[in-house]
């Protein structure tokens, strides 16, 4: 294979988006084959999610031995996590340690925004705009962009009157000791939210806290890492990877099969109350197989949790409304320290949205309905644009099928949420429609990183040039993820994992949910295959990964349908 390079736009082997774990492993799997590699990240070092979400409390809720990279033995011995949930500033310097260790900063231009990536069929090469009117050129083209790295647009009403200190937790520039003393509002109640709002209150003169929709805010129980279970972890690190690769949740799995009224009420009870001291992924939402199939099977969880809401918090007021009112699970489950504790300060107030909502801003306070709030600072924690903001931010572009928004006006559709027909030699690192969203991203990154490039392997070892999904292979993932998610109660919950957090943003659940173990095996089956639903040079081999999807299944011990529920329970945690 020749490149066509010109002084003026030099061609490499892989271009790639983003600096997070997502790019620097791609950057490392292209150097291992071979291949010349060029990475765009808009922010000035390494880091992706991690380098932004520097808020107060940002930590991560999957626990960090398992958060971590595992395609480098050496690697994963050499570092030693602090803390069972390692705060933003350590996961930072472990990605800070990757680049520096393989060398991989060198294969990025940073302080660089993409801002058009065009296809040129008659050379098969993508053509990258980057924010200083500089073009790069390159046969493949991966979205390493990350699925929450665009920051909701800003939807709170009458924002502009207010002249206080605004900050977002996606975009946190300022220290916590510039709240100290300050009357502080944060709006939102989502992960980040909720990781911030314990420690601005111990600063703060005054905290209110506006919630639209309460969550499950499950104890983090985070700890320090105990050296002899950092050396137990370490002597055994390959195997737990490898459990975690074929697991439902990218951890190690602690299976259940039976149902919620298969046990006694106080049975139920008692295992709720120890899965609640357990907390994590496979905590109460975990505990029984049917939790995230069942209405009424959930409920017996919710209600338990409900409860637990109304021990801690000594107003029962307060208490309500911050009971959670949609399917334990049915939306991404929240971790914190002594977050519902929070509430029993003197110095911290909860205003509900759906009582009384948010109608505008004066340059010194927020006016609801029914009440106005003086305050000084106001911190936004509202969320992302997840895996389409990012994606379209890069305005891909063919001549055959426009812009991918334009595509997906309807709504996402992915191959295996890695490719999407009509954008050739395109490939998203774990996109949307991948277990991304339900699992440990990073080992779902892995994953994706792998397959792809395995796939670009195979076609660069036969001479093909230009990689496809096919509209029908396409269509068969399609129908894989929706028929999977409609099985549960995610159908049933509004929130970023269908995109209903963004007006205007059509409805496609944003994640493949039948269980990282099950994605990794059809992947891999797929390949063994010789691709089905991917057209390599124009030629195509039939789809059919709806047949896979079932063999797959079918080649465990539990029916299909058992399988997926399996796999979803212990996606699902809290
Ligand atoms: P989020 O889960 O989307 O939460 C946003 C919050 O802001 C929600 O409570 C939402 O209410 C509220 N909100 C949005 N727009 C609003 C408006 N105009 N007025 C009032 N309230 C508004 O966003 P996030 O907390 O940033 O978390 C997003 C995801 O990032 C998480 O689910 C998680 O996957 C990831 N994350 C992980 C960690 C971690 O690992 N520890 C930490 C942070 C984030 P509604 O629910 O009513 O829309």
């Known amino acids: 294979m020749t490149d066509t390079a010109t002084p003026r736009t030099p061609v490499v082997d892989v271009l790639c988006v983003g600096a997070g774990f997502s790019g620097l492993y791609a950057a490392y799997k292209a150097r291992e084959h071979g291949w010349t590699f060029a990475g765009f990240e808009k922010a000035p070092d390494v880091g992706g999610t991690w380098f932004w979400n520097t808020y107060p409390g940002a930590r991560c809720d999957v626990e960090s031995i398992y958060y971590s990279y595992s395609f480098d033995e050496e690697l994963q011995k050499e570092w030693t996590w602090s803390e069972r949930f390692a705060p933003q500033a350590e996961i930072l310097s472990y990605i800070n340690h990757v680049a520096d260790r393989f060398d991989l900063r060198r294969h990025f231009q940073f302080d660089t925004k993409v801002t058009e990536a065009n296809w040129l069929p008659d050379e098969h090469l993508w053509e990258l705009?980057?924010?200083?009117?500089?073009?790069?050129?390159?046969?493949?083209?991966?979205?390493?962009?990350?699925?929450?790295?665009?920051?909701?647009?800003?939807?709170?009403?009458?924002?502009?009157?207010?002249?206080?200190?605004?900050?977002?937790?996606?975009?946190?520039?300022?220290?916590?000791?510039?709240?100290?003393?300050?009357?502080?509002?944060?709006?939102?109640?989502?992960?980040?939210?909720?990781?911030?709002?314990?420690?601005?209150?111990?600063?703060?003169?005054?905290?209110?806290?506006?919630?639209?929709?309460?969550?499950y805010v499950f104890p983090a129980r985070n700890a320090p890492m105990?050296?002899?279970?950092?050396?137990?972890?370490?002597?055994?690190?390959?195997?737990?990877?490898?459990?975690?690769?074929?697991?439902?949740?990218?951890?190690?799995?602690?299976?259940?099969?039976?149902?919620?009224?298969?046990?006694?009420?106080?049975?139920?009870?008692?295992?709720?109350?120890?899965?609640?001291?357990?907390?994590?992924?496979?905590?109460?939402?975990?505990?029984?197989?049917?939790?995230?199939?069942?209405?009424?099977?959930?409920?017996?969880?919710?209600?338990f949790f409900r409860g637990k809401i109304h021990e801690i918090v000594r107003d029962q007021k307060t208490a309500t409304l911050l009971e959670p009112q949609f399917p334990l699970g049915a939306k991404r489950s929240c971790f914190g320290t002594d977050y519902y504790e929070t509430f029993n300060r003197p110095n911290v107030s909860l205003v509900s949205l759906r009582d009384d909502p948010l109608t505008t801003m004066t340059a010194g306070s927020i006016v609801t309905e029914h009440s106005e709030h003086e305050v000084d600072a106001i911190v936004l924690a509202i969320g992302f644009d997840a895996f389409t903001g990012p994606l379209f931010g890069l305005n891909v572009t063919t001549p055959d099928s426009g812009r991918l928004q334009d595509a997906w006006s309807d709504g996402v559709r992915t191959y295996l949420g890695m490719m999407t027909a009509g954008f050739p030699n395109f490939f998203m690192i774990a996109g949307p429609q991948s277990p991304a969203l339900a699992s440990n991203v990073v080992m779902t990154i892995e994953q994706s990183v792998d397959w792809i490039t395995d796939l670009i392997a195979i076609a660069r070892a036969k001479g093909i040039e230009v990689v496809e999904a096919t509209v029908e292979g396409q269509n068969d993932w399609v129908n894989i993820t929706e028929l999977t998610v409609n099985q549960t109660l995610y159908a049933t919950t509004d929130s970023w994992y269908r995109g209903s957090n963004v007006a205007g943003k059509p409805s496609t659940f944003m994640g493949y949910v039948g269980g990282v173990g099950h994605y990794r095996r059809i992947c891999e089956e797929i390949a063994r295959r010789g691709y089905p639903g991917v057209a390599l040079d124009g030629r195509s081999v039939a789809a059919g990964i709806g047949r896979i999807d079932e063999e797959v299944a079918e080649a465990t011990p539990a029916t299909a349908s058992e399988e997926v529920h399996a796999e979803v329970a212990t996606v699902v945690g809290g």
């Open 129 to 215: 705009t980057l924010d200083s009117g500089a073009k790069r050129r390159g046969r493949y083209l991966l979205a390493g962009s990350g699925g929450l790295s665009t920051p909701k647009d800003v939807d709170v009403p009458g924002l502009q009157n207010f002249s206080g200190l605004v900050v977002s937790t996606s975009r946190w520039n300022i220290s916590l000791d510039d709240l100290a003393g300050k009357r502080v509002a944060v709006i939102g109640t989502g992960s980040s939210g909720v990781q911030c709002i314990p420690l601005i209150a111990k600063v703060a003169e005054h905290l209110t806290v506006f919630q639209r929709t309460p969550n």
């Open 226 to 303: 105990a050296p002899e279970v950092v050396d137990e972890i370490k002597s055994k690190y390959p195997d737990i990877r490898q459990e975690c690769r074929y697991s439902p949740g990218g951890i190690p799995d602690r299976p259940v099969t039976d149902k919620a009224f298969d046990v006694s009420d106080e049975e139920r009870q008692r295992r709720y109350e120890a899965a609640y001291e357990r907390s994590g992924f496979l905590g109460v939402g975990a505990e029984f197989a049917d939790l995230l199939f069942d209405l009424e099977a959930n409920k017996t969880a919710a209600d």
